[in-house]
């Protein structure tokens, strides 16, 4: 059997090694426009005092600060390649440029979170507050950690520096859904930081199955969801949304029974996803809406993970769960937990 590993990326400080400054960048050509107003491009959400327009200037006398509109100093030595020209006369910072900037305000977590959708291939809706408004899946991945690691290194100064240095020391690549990346966060980081200290993990990964058992399987390669490699143990998130009764889901009548049969269908084809990894000599737990729904129950849930590490050699899931129950891990774990999912949709 193939299983995963994950992959060692050499970081090549090429992509972002150009300033604006060795480049011959005008800079005397950016002017912040008070009245400037981007709403009419597609995906922003509404510009308001809460959520204001930031422009990015480079002379502190071009500072402008409103209610809707703020102005934000750039260096001369900033990386050409963290600023995209989007129009004439309009550019816009990189991804990679946006994740340093947000690691003056974020806290680690939210800029874990940052990371992980860019790295990911899921995104969030541009506005929160617009019920209209829904996570997309199976999207490209906008970035990727090097780069972003390769933009922060050519930068002259980072405020936050040490917040941007953890954050993507616990992102990972390759999350497929924002719960996903929110159950990945909780489970890396060590105890005293309010994890459960099961990495290193892996997003995704693909498992390849042997050519003598692809006659009785479904797929020639699987893709668990959190992936411990080192123990073979893949913890499975099973959403609400796959789950929720179409009673209480304003479907109208018709509706109904092809929903439920849709649902009934995905979930025959899991049993038997989870069959043929288990098969494969991989252990899964199944993580659910409601395991989530407080701290005390996914410490129950990661309890089997633990039990799993156990019977492969490792340490033993009473003394695992004896470390969680101490004061100052449990306090960590409280916070981190009330911080990721206390106001999740899950």
Aim: hydrophobic share 40%; glycine share 4%; charged share 25%.
């Amino acid at each position: 059997m193939q299983l995963p590993c994950q992959s060692k990326t050499l970081l090549k400080h090429e992509l972002f090694s150009e300033s604006l400054e060795t480049e011959g960048f005008d800079f005397d050509s950016v002017v912040a426009n008070k009245n400037a107003c981007l709403t009419l491009f597609d995906g922003l959400p509404e510009i308001s005092p809460i959520q204001p327009l930031e422009l990015g200037v480079f002379d502190k006398n071009r500072e402008i600060r409103r209610k809707r509109l703020q102005t934000r100093m750039l260096s001369r030595k900033t990386p050409a390649a963290g600023i995209l020209q989007l129009l004439p006369g309009i550019a816009i910072a990189s991804p990679e440029l946006c994740v340093t900037q947000l690691a003056m305000t974020f806290d680690i977590l939210e800029l874990v979170e940052v990371i992980m959708e860019l790295t990911g291939s899921y995104s969030l809706p541009a506005n929160e507050l617009d019920s209209t408004a829904h996570t997309v899946y199976n999207t490209a991945p906008v970035t990727t950690r090097a780069r972003i690691e390769e933009c922060a290194w050519h930068l002259p100064r980072i405020y936050g520096q040490r917040k941007l240095e953890q954050a993507l020391k616990i992102a990972m690549e390759g999350a497929a859904s924002p719960v996903e990346s929110k159950l990945a966060i909780f489970l890396k980081p060590p105890l005293r930081k309010g994890g459960y200290g099961l990495g290193p993990l892996a997003l995704n990964p693909q498992i390849v199955v042997p050519e003598e058992f692809r006659r009785y399987m479904q797929k020639d390669c699987y893709y668990p969801d959190i992936f411990l490699p080192a123990h073979c143990i893949d913890i499975e998130y099973e959403s609400t949304e796959f789950h929720l009764d179409p009673l209480f889901a304003n479907f109208e009548y018709c509706q109904q029974n092809p929903f439920r049969r849709e649902q009934a269908n995905k979930a025959a084809a899991d049993r038997q996803r989870f069959r043929d990894l288990q098969a494969l000599g991989v252990h899964v737990v199944p993580v659910t809406a409601a395991d989530i729904a407080n701290r005390a129950s996914l410490d129950r849930a990661i309890w089997a993970v633990a039990r799993y590490i156990e019977l492969d050699g490792g340490e033993s899931a009473e003394l695992f769960m004896e470390k969680l129950e101490e004061h100052e891990n449990r306090h960590a774990r409280d916070m981190a937990f009330d911080k990721l999912f206390k106001h999740s949709n899950v």
